[in-house]
Nanobody, 126 residues
Framework: VQLQASGGGLVQAGDSLRLSCAAS????????MGWFRQAPGKQREFVAA????????YYADSAKGRFTISRDNAKNTVYLQVNSLKPEDTAVYYC????????????????????WGQGTQVTVSS
């Protein structure tokens, strides 16, 4: 599976973006999907996750209320809608796929993620 993230850019505080993660090589409809981010000088952190069916979603505290994860299995694509962006949201955003959703949510299990995408840069100016 290859995961291609896109949609990042340079925006102003308060703006919105929709990040996309398109999968190729095989369907990811049976995988749980997630978004992570890594800011300069910091460790990669969990942002949001969605179950394979789309029926359950999970968010980091920093993302609750402003970020929305969704998926379209027919398009083999996962999205992250990010609203009311803040300068502290500046980071490289990565998507990932895992057979077990705990692997995405729990930091101590991240090394078990099945597939990682390349990142897309989000830069928020104040």
């Amino acid at each position: 599976v290859q995961l291609q993230a896109s949609g990042g850019g340079l925006v102003q505080a308060g703006d919105s973006l929709r990040l996309s993660c398109a999968a190729s090589g095989r369907t990811v409809s049976s995988y749980n999907m997630g978004w992570f981010r890594q800011a300069p000088g910091k460790q990669r952190e969990f942002v949001a996750a969605i179950s394979w069916s789309g029926g359950s979603t999970y968010y980091a505290d920093s993302a609750k209320g402003r970020f929305t994860i969704s998926r379209d299995n027919a398009k083999n694509t996962v999205y992250l809608q990010v609203n009311s962006l803040k300068p502290e949201d500046t980071a490289v955003y990565y998507c990932a796929a895992a057979r077990t959703i705990a692997v995405i949510i729990q930091a101590n299990l991240h090394k078990r993620v099945d597939y990682w995408g390349q990142g897309t840069q989000v830069t928020v100016s104040s």
